[in-house]
């Protein structure tokens, strides 16, 4: 019995002056001035992807991986997304700040000290 995913996995990036929207299971691909509208065409591009499968094609069409190369984007993007938590966390906790050093001249050669 052939297993079929339930979860579709997409992600979205920033790509020139747009944002470029895919899904791994379905090798789709859109995009999208704003994030926003880079993930609803790709919500379309999905919806009807999968209205379009009859049960003599199904197994044919889903799912269809991407390439190895868009996952190796999709991780990147994951890692670096986990960084920026990473990091934003340790922000909360430490805190990195400049101190003025205050410093007190003194006389040079043997001048009296007040």
């Not at 299971?25 to 994030?35: A, F, P, Q």
């Amino acid at each position: 019995m052939r297993r079929y995913p339930t979860l579709l996995r997409c992600y979205a990036r920033p790509e020139g002056d747009a944002y470029l929207a895919l899904c791994l299971e379905l090798d789709l691909c859109d995009r999208g001035e704003t994030l926003e509208a880079a993930k609803a065409s790709l919500e379309e591009d999905i919806l009807g992807y999968l209205e379009s499968l009859t049960p003599e094609n199904v197994a044919d069409l889903f799912p269809r991986p991407a390439p190895w190369y868009v996952y190796l984007d999709y991780y990147r993007v994951r890692c670096l997304q986990a960084a920026a938590r990473f990091f934003h966390q340790i922000r909360h906790r430490w805190l990195v700040f400049a101190e003025p050093l205050v410093l007190t001249p003194r006389l040079v050669h043997g001048a009296a000290r007040s």
